[in-house]
């Protein structure tokens, strides 16, 4: 029995190590895409095209490969990450996704993940605050909670 419990234990502490290393990659992973897109915004070095979507068309901006469709600002939680323009597994480890929607059609639905450096902060944020998303041509969009 306690070989057993044992076991579980060690099971138990891989398991976490292996969630902290994957948020503390995916942090590092969100920053450096976000500072390439935030250049890209602000020097209009952007290779805008149309993200066709059943919603509705956004612009987006690729970075290392990967569609970004702008930026998610939380001030409250002290967030400011990039959101890429379709949602995987794989794009979750660098920022919250498009899960589907379009700004043009007032249904832009994001979907993310609760690592420490994404989206933990969340419960920060209440009633009558707000929340900011630049499109990669720059504009703001502001909405409140």
């Given amino acids: ?19 902290e290393h994957r948020a503390r990659e995916a942090g590092t992973n969100a920053q450096i895409l976000l500072q390439e897109v935030k250049v890209q915004i602000e020097e209009k070095k952007l290779t805008a ?23 998610l600002q939380i001030e409250k939680a002290g967030i400011q990450l990039p959101v890429l323009d379709k949602w995987s597994y794989e794009n979750l480890q660098y920022g919250p996704c498009r899960y589907s929607g379009s ?14 450096d994404h989206l933990s902060d969340l419960d920060l944020v209440k009633k009558g605050d707000t929340v900011d998303f630049f499109d990669v041509t720059g504009v703001c969009h502001t909405f409140s909670v």
């Fill in 1 to 19: 029995m306690i070989v057993l419990g044992l076991a579980l234990t060690f099971s138990a502490a891989g398991v976490y190590a292996r969630y």
């Fill in 49 to 71: 095209t149309k993200v066709e979507a059943p919603e509705g068309q956004m612009a987006q901006t690729t970075v290392d490969g990967r569609g970004v469709i702008g930026i």
């Fill in 103 to 116: 700004l043009k059609e007032g249904n832009l639905v994001f979907l993310g993940h609760n690592y420490a």
